[in-house]
């Protein structure tokens, strides 16, 4: 419900905030604010999420938990995706997700309502192989398939009937 709510309130909101402006300042001015607010969107977005993604490796290659830059991320592509979206409350949800202070803030919001099981990283000894088809004590360098013994004398000469020529 909460979604659908969302979805009737934001465009409302956009359209009243679109009437406002518009009666202050004029269409024009209005149609540019939006276009500016969308290239500036588009340019920070970049960089707070190659920063982001930065962080991410950081993390991975430290052996750390990811799940913090992998929440920055997340809010930086909502972000973009609000910032690109026209409307005065939009840009102002996505100008305020690319604030660092405000990304943890709603992190740590996020954090009281989510409770993890369980986090592991690397391989785990007590688990069956990932392949259900391998047992875990065959070799890892052997692929098993099938074959057939082709005859050169029989073969057809020429394309193959998988390419145009």
Do not use: C, Y
Not at 71 to 77: D, E, R, T, V
Not at 99 to 121: C, D, G, I, Y
Not at 128 to 138: G, H, I, K, T, Y
Request: charged share 15%; hydrophobic share 50%; glycine share 8%.
């Amino acid at each position: 419900m909460w979604l659908f709510a969302l979805f009737v309130a934001i465009p409302i909101i956009e359209i009243a905030l679109f009437i406002q402006v518009g009666g202050l300042i004029g269409l024009w001015p209005t149609l540019l604010i939006v276009i500016v607010t969308a290239i500036l969107g588009t340019a920070l977005v970049r960089q707070q999420g190659a920063l982001a993604m930065s962080q991410l490796r950081q993390s991975f290659a430290e052996l750390n938990d990811p799940s913090e830059p992998l929440a920055h991320g997340a809010m930086i592509l909502l972000s973009g995706a609000l910032l690109l979206t026209p409307g005065f409350f939009t840009d102002a949800m996505g100008f305020l997700l690319l604030v660092p202070a405000f990304r943890a803030l709603v992190l740590k919001e996020l954090r009281k309502r989510v409770k993890v099981q369980s986090f592991t990283m690397g391989q785990q000894t007590t688990r069956q192989s990932a392949d259900p088809f391998r047992s875990p004590s065959q070799n890892p360098n052997i692929i098993d398939g099938e074959w057939e013994e082709v005859d050169e004398n029989t073969t057809k000469q020429g394309p193959s009937g998988w390419t145009r020529h």
